[in-house]
């Protein structure tokens, strides 16, 4: 089994910062890429940031400038650095990761339990 587990959420004030972690353990052959989604009260799950295999990444358009995705593939950790934060960041922010559990299996889809981010004003 493969587990993902999320860390680092909390309460700052607008402006603040804070980072996230997320590391993944169990049987895993391979991870092809790493991402963060967030879901706002009554709102979809969005994509916040990915990175891929080989450390390429992708924003989106909202935290772009203000956020980092970053990975350590020895740890099987993906964090997220989010600066300049915004009382619309408030979310629950889950990750997600790619994994192959071994050469004969199919990739798998596998997401964190999420962890709670509050931005106050």
């Known amino acids: 089994q493969v587990q993902l587990v999320e860390s680092g959420g909390g309460l700052v004030q607008a402006g603040g910062s804070l980072r996230l972690s997320c590391a993944a353990s169990?049987?895993?052959?391979?991870?092809?890429?790493m991402g963060w989604y967030r879901q706002a009260p009554g709102k979809q799950r969005e994509l916040v940031a990915t990175?891929?295999?080989?450390?390429?990444?992708n924003y989106a358009d909202s935290v772009k400038g203000r956020f980092t995705i970053s990975k350590d593939n020895a740890k099987k950790t993906v964090y997220l650095q989010m600066n300049s934060l915004k009382p619309e960041d408030t979310a629950v922010y889950y990750c997600?990761?790619?994994?192959?559990?071994?050469?004969?299996?199919?990739?798998?889809?596998?997401w964190g339990r999420g962890t709670q981010v509050t931005v106050s004003s």
């Open positions: 997600n990761m790619m994994i192959i559990q071994s050469p004969l299996r199919a990739r798998g889809d596998y």
């Open positions: 990175i891929t295999s080989g450390a390429a990444t």
């Open positions: 169990g049987s895993i052959f391979s991870i092809n890429a």
